[in-house]
């Protein structure tokens, strides 16, 4: 497999691909439509939700806006006599309080869901603590920033979708409404230009109709993808200023990410103080014990010694295999001597199915990165023995840019995937969201494409840090 092609095989796995259809079936799941999406945006939900949303943000963000100078001004005419600082607090708070309007209606108009920011948090009980922290809180200056900013846009917003909505409908229904000027205003129709000499142009003739409705079709099919773009920056600005922020959300993330850490050792713990107990240590035990008797029968009778002696030695072997295979477990001596190509050849050559092992690195990650790139691919050539029903496998690592890639396949019988939540009670795919939670614990992902009849292939992503 070439090198230059697996970074974009990879992006390609991470969309799973889907069982071929018919086309009734394509045409019911668009909903029935057989319009193509430029012609149908007009009419679509989307488009008039959107539209909905900017039309409501002249009204909420003029009030927005208001609420926002009224409480700027009056908070900083009030610090000299002290009470402008509270009332500045009480200010802000109402700001995180219209804050959550607005990201209710993203989320009900464009779908957009939105986290709430981190909650103030006062470090003691009382009004000046909770004050002080409110003032702290680098959200709630920033819902007011979006009080200032918005409004601005909302009113640009407003006009430019309003008026390109409007027109093109009503120049695409001219044909319609036309009868209403020679009837009611005394004119032939509508009237693009006229002077005091009498020089007057009306859209009266029938090729003149259908230029102006031609034109107003244009405009409506061009006004939805013109909403939808200045949609795009209430998007950016909801997230940006009303949402957590980055620093908060990336807490957040390592937060969790230590848990599944801790979680892991504690239970890579408990499975080898396990192993040891269950395995070696009762070996050893009972070795203790058959050696004990050698020794007493040893004047006795020797050739039952002889025996006890021998069966002893056969355990000792076992026990020896029991302990490489529980340090190999916990950090294999391969792969810190000779790196990840002879380790996961290791790994192969003890897998029941056929593997062929390609490794392309010109230098080694780092050791953390490496034993989990190890312990990875060891998991899933397991899950290929265990479950796949494969004829064969292959595995394949590269680097791209800052990244190492892995890439398992298999010509089993697919149907693997990654259980929602990513629970891991043991049900199917148990073993991946294991994986897959290690992965995340270091900025990793993991990707499965495994459709039911096969190949399945799980490409993992890991950082480089080398």
């Not at 009900?108 to 470090?123: E, F, I, K, S």
């Not at 409110?134 to 006009?159: D, E, M, N, Q």
């Not at 380790?343 to 050791?367: E, G, H, K, N």
């Not at 897959?436 to 009849?453: N, W």
């Amino acid at each position: 497999m070439a090198t230059d092609y697996r970074p974009e095989r990879a992006q390609r796995l991470q969309q799973p691909q889907q069982p071929q259809r018919h086309e009734h079936q394509e045409w019911q799941e668009a909903g029935g439509h057989f319009l193509p999406p430029a012609v149908r945006a007009p009419i679509e939900g989307r488009t008039w939700r959107e539209f909905g949303y900017l039309l409501l943000s002249l009204p909420i963000s003029i009030a927005f806006f208001a609420f926002a100078v009224v409480t700027i001004s009056l908070g900083s005419g009030l610090l000299i006599t002290f009470l402008g600082i509270p009332v500045l607090a009480a200010g802000l708070a109402c700001c995180r309080g219209l804050g959550a309007l607005e990201r209710a209606r993203a989320r009900g108009l464009l779908r957009l869901d939105v986290g709430a920011p981190t909650p103030v948090r006062a470090p003691k009980s009382g009004l000046m603590s909770w004050v002080g922290a409110v003032l702290k809180s680098g959200a709630s200056w920033r819902h007011l920033l979006y009080a200032i900013l918005h409004f601005p846009w909302a009113v640009f917003a407003f006009t430019v979708s309003v008026t390109f909505w409007v027109t093109g409908w009503s120049l695409l229904l001219y044909p319609l409404w036309r009868w209403t000027f020679p009837r009611y205003l005394g004119e032939p129709g509508i009237a693009l230009y006229g002077d005091t000499g009498g020089n007057q142009f009306y859209l009266d003739t029938p090729f003149e109709i259908g230029t102006t409705a031609a034109v107003g079709l244009m405009l409506v099919l061009a006004a939805p993808w013109l909403i939808r773009g200045l949609v795009s920056v209430d998007r950016l600005m909801v997230t940006g200023l009303l949402g957590p922020s980055t620093l908060a959300t990336r807490v957040v993330e390592l937060e969790s990410d230590r848990g599944v850490v801790v979680d892991t050792a504690a239970a890579d713990l408990r499975r080898i103080e396990r192993d040891l107990h269950d395995g070696a240590q009762a070996r050893l035990v009972a070795l203790a014990m058959d050696l004990g008797l050698a020794k007493e029968k040893l004047l006795e009778d020797p050739d039952a010694a002889a025996r006890m002696v021998d069966e002893a030695h056969g355990e000792v072997k076992v026990a020896l295999q029991e302990l490489r295979d529980l340090a190999r477990g916990i950090h294999p001596a391969v792969l810190t001597d000779r790196g990840l190509d002879a380790a996961l050849s290791s790994i192969a050559a003890r897998c029941t199915v056929p593997v062929s092992v390609d490794v392309d690195l010109r230098s080694r990650p780092a050791p953390a990165i490496e034993g989990i790139a190890y312990f990875t691919v060891s998991e899933l050539l397991q899950n290929v023995s265990k479950h796949s029903r494969a004829g064969r496998a292959s595995v394949d690592v590269w680097r791209s840019e800052d990244r190492l890639m892995l890439q398992v396949t298999d010509d089993g019988r697919g149907g693997a995937a990654l259980p929602i939540g990513g629970s891991a009670d043991g049900s199917a795919g148990s073993g991946l969201a294991g994986l897959a939670e290690r992965l995340d614990a270091v900025d990793g992902i993991l990707a499965v494409d495994s459709p039911p009849g096969g190949p399945t292939t799980v490409t993992a992503e890991l950082p480089w840090r080398g």
